[in-house]
């Protein structure tokens, strides 16, 4: 199967693609909380666990980092209106590319992490 991409590789990539989404966000002007802004450290050192951890539970940390965000969004969208507002243009063509980037790429982990979990846990079980 040469030159295909795993779950898990796909988990990775998500994360990778949500932490550029942050970046962007955060290059547009978006102000965060915090210098840097902690999504992009998270995501960041998610993609690397989940890259180089070789336990069979490793994806689902990136699921887990995908559905956090996601519940990140949706309570700042309800409470300050940021998040949507972000989708909606408020922070200007860039606070919309990097929340679309940011929605995109942790929802690719949220669901590749979910089945990269439940695949290698079959492997694991079965190689014993």
Do not use: H, K
Request: no cysteine; aromatic share 8%; hydrophobic share 55%.
């Amino acid at each position: 199967m040469r030159g295909t991409v795993s779950a898990r590789g796909l988990t990775v990539l998500g994360l990778v693609v949500g932490a550029l989404g942050i970046g962007t966000l955060w290059a547009s002007g978006v102000e965060f909380p915090f210098y840097p802004p902690p999504g992009l450290l998270i995501l960041g050192a998610g993609a690397v666990f989940v890259a180089l951890a070789t336990w069979s539970w490793a994806p689902a940390v990136g699921a887990f980092l995908g559905l956090f965000v996601i519940a990140g969004f949706v309570l700042s969208s309800v409470a300050s209106g940021a998040g949507t507002g972000n989708l909606t243009g408020d922070a200007g063509t860039g606070g919309v590319i990097g929340t679309v980037l940011q929605l995109v790429g942790v929802g690719v982990a949220l669901v590749a992490g979910s089945v990269a979990a439940r695949v290698e846990a079959r492997r694991s079980r079965a190689s014993r």
